[in-house]
């Protein structure tokens, strides 16, 4: 079941109680933040002032929301109704003192998994020799000197490689330039030599490190985002285009999405010896934010001029339609996504792309078939379902960090009987905190397509700021059960378009169908209730939710 991706929220230091009074006017009392923010190391909450106390009888002219109240001199009173508004729709902040290295720590599973927009053949060189280790099952190990020496001589050849591709140049920018935040990524890879015998091949390579708090006045940062939800639309699409016309769904990358300019921009590489050089930019870095917007702008103006004529969807402005409704495409950076005719993508859509840029092409039109989109499978079967697979390294990860065997895990159900007991065990060391919130991030980046952990998921990213005992046993139970259901996947199927969960509806209109329910206060300590909701699109599950209640009612 798939669903909206990053909505796991713990809990926060902004506080809301909503006290009865019997007849008297109800006060909604609201604490949070202060003026200053912290910057640096440290990633900071959503900025929140103190607005004072927010009263019922203020006038409704005078309503204003905790934030712009603050920004007055005097802290004034609000309507209730004005705060509401105000954090309508939203989950509570969490409060996640992290720092730079334990995002990193969060994001590493996903940088690992990234393809290099610059990737070249391997030339097997003095460097990349000298780089290369034997193939065995598992990867080498060396000795903390060793592995040092070796990363330090894997981000030398990252720089001379980019040096040689114009990504990095001769830094002759003004001292008062942006400059961006970087850092190397250093794994282990499965490659080939020149004889063809497969080696494993120490890579680094150079990625930046852009947020949007390092900027709170930068506008449009992001390209229009897609999201789980969006990505199992054109599915389902295509399976309800097969019953009246050859369809075909197509997975496109586009090998040079990266070589748009940026200008005024200076980077420093450091190695892991310590040593530093300062470049300029030439071309943009995988995880610089611009590069997905200034992607996102050149393709669509490109295809809003091609003979299909598409344009952007109001509602998600990621999917293009053709004027004529045969052809639908989705854009997530240099990934594209394309469902419609047989000959509006192979005629028009495809030829128009390849003559501008290097593209490589999955088709799927025939049971049997399989494409590939955001590192995921779809293969058509023959009774007309399409599944959706993750990859099996993401698991293989998860229990190499937790020192657990895949072929011995025998858990039925995704949550620990203990989970909602109060947490009194001791607090992790600096170690097993450390790989507590790798596992913590490889389960978020997989939780779109895992439905039935989500709820556990959400309980173990509560943990994140100060993982204990108790949530590391709830997150190798966890594991235990993804092992030992390793089979299971996504299965979209098409039904009709008036068809529901439970049976066919007499309308017009495609049938969409909201389930929801809670768990009814089982956090026994705070006594707050954790609320599911799971959206059905004729019949095929299009998102769920986990949410914790904005406000705590008490009686």
């Keep these: 079941m798939p669903q909206s991706e990053g909505s796991f929220r713990g809990s926060s230091k902004h506080t809301?109680?909503?006290?009865?009074?019997?007849?008297?006017?109800?006060?909604?009392?609201?604490?949070?933040?202060?003026?200053?923010?912290?910057?640096?190391?440290?990633?900071?909450?959503?900025?929140?002032?103190v607005a004072g106390d927010i009263l019922d009888d203020t006038p409704v002219e005078n309503m204003m929301s905790p934030a712009k109240a603050s920004q007055h001199e005097s802290s004034g009173s609000v309507n209730l109704l004005g705060a509401i508004r105000n954090i309508e729709h939203l989950d509570i902040e969490p409060d996640v003192p992290l720092h730079s290295d334990d995002v990193d720590a969060l994001i590493q599973h996903e940088l690992n998994l990234d393809e290099d927009p610059y990737e070249v053949e391997i030339d097997m060189n003095a460097c990349l020799k000298e780089l290369s280790f034997p193939y065995t099952p598992h990867e080498p190990e060396l000795s903390q000197e060793d592995?040092?020496?070796?990363?330090?001589?894997?981000?030398?050849?990252?720089?001379?490689?980019?040096?040689?591709?114009?990504?990095l140049k001769h830094d002759n920018l003004p001292l008062d330039c942006k400059t961006l935040s970087r850092r190397?990524?250093?794994?282990?890879?499965?490659?080939?030599?020149?004889?063809?015998e497969a080696i494993w091949l120490r890579r680094s390579r150079l990625v930046a490190r852009e947020y949007t708090w390092l900027q709170p006045d930068r506008e449009s940062l992001f390209s229009p985002a897609?999201?789980?939800?969006?990505?199992?639309?054109?599915?389902?699409?295509?399976?309800?285009?097969?019953?009246?016309?050859?369809c075909i769904m197509a997975s496109i990358d586009v090998k040079d999405a990266f070589l748009k300019q940026e200008v005024d921009t200076r980077v420093t590489c450091t190695d892991a010896n310590g040593n530093s050089v300062q470049y300029s930019l030439g071309r943009v870095l995988p995880g610089q934010r611009d590069g997905s917007l200034l992607r996102y702008r050149d393709l669509a103006k490109f295809v809003k001029e091609c003979t299909l004529e598409m344009t952007e969807l109001d509602a998600y402005p990621s999917i293009l339609r053709s004027k004529s409704g045969n052809c639908f495409l989705m854009v997530h950076v240099d990934d594209l996504l394309i469902v419609g005719s047989r000959d509006a993508v192979m005629k028009q859509l495809a030829p128009s792309l390849q003559s501008k840029y290097a593209i490589s092409i999955e088709l799927m039109s025939k049971p049997g078939d399989e494409v590939t989109f955001l590192k995921r499978t779809h293969e058509l079967l023959e009774d007309g379902r399409m599944v959706i697979r993750v990859r099996h390294k993401h698991l293989d990860q998860l229990c190499k960090l937790l020192c657990l065997s895949k072929r011995l895990q025998s858990k039925k159900t995704?949550?620990?009987?203990?989970?909602?007991?109060?947490?009194k065990s001791s607090e992790l060391g600096s170690h097993d905190a450390s790989?507590?919130?790798?596992?913590?991030?490889?389960?978020?980046?997989?939780?779109?397509?895992?439905?039935?952990?989500?709820?556990?998921?959400?309980?173990?990213?509560?943990?994140?700021?100060?993982?204990?005992?108790?949530?590391?046993?709830?997150?190798?139970?966890?594991?235990?059960?993804?092992?030992?259901?390793s089979e299971q996947c996504m299965s979209l199927k098409w039904k009709g378009l008036h068809a529901g969960v439970f049976k066919q509806y007499e309308n017009e209109e495609p049938m969409v169908e909201i389930f929801s329910d809670a768990d009814w206060a089982a956090?026994?300590?705070?006594?707050?209730?954790?609320?599911?909701?799971?959206i059905y699109v004729v019949a095929t599950q299009l998102a769920d939710e986990t949410l914790f209640p904005l406000v705590l009612k008490r009686s």
């Excluded at 995704?414 to 947490?423: N, T, V």
């Excluded at 956090?523 to 799971?534: L, Y």
């Design 16 to 49: 809301i109680e909503h006290d009865d009074v019997g007849a008297e006017a109800k006060r909604l009392h609201f604490s949070g933040y202060g003026d200053s923010l912290p910057h640096g190391d440290a990633v900071p909450q959503t900025p929140v002032s």
């Design 147 to 167: 592995l040092q020496e070796l990363d330090a001589l894997a981000d030398q050849v990252e720089v001379q490689r980019l040096v040689g591709l114009e990504v």
């Design 184 to 196: 190397f990524v250093r794994t282990w890879r499965e490659k080939k030599n020149d004889s063809g």
């Design 226 to 246: 897609t999201s789980s939800l969006a990505s199992r639309i054109l599915p389902i699409c295509f399976l309800a285009m097969r019953e009246h016309q050859d």
């Design 414 to 423: 995704p949550g620990h009987s203990e989970m909602e007991i109060p947490d």
């Design 435 to 485: 790989m507590y919130r790798t596992c913590v991030g490889i389960l978020l980046y997989l939780s779109a397509d895992l439905p039935q952990c989500r709820y556990v998921i959400r309980y173990l990213s509560t943990f994140s700021s100060k993982p204990t005992e108790k949530p590391l046993m709830v997150l190798k139970h966890l594991v235990g059960y993804m092992a030992a259901h």
């Design 523 to 534: 956090d026994r300590e705070t006594r707050r209730s954790v609320s599911g909701a799971a």
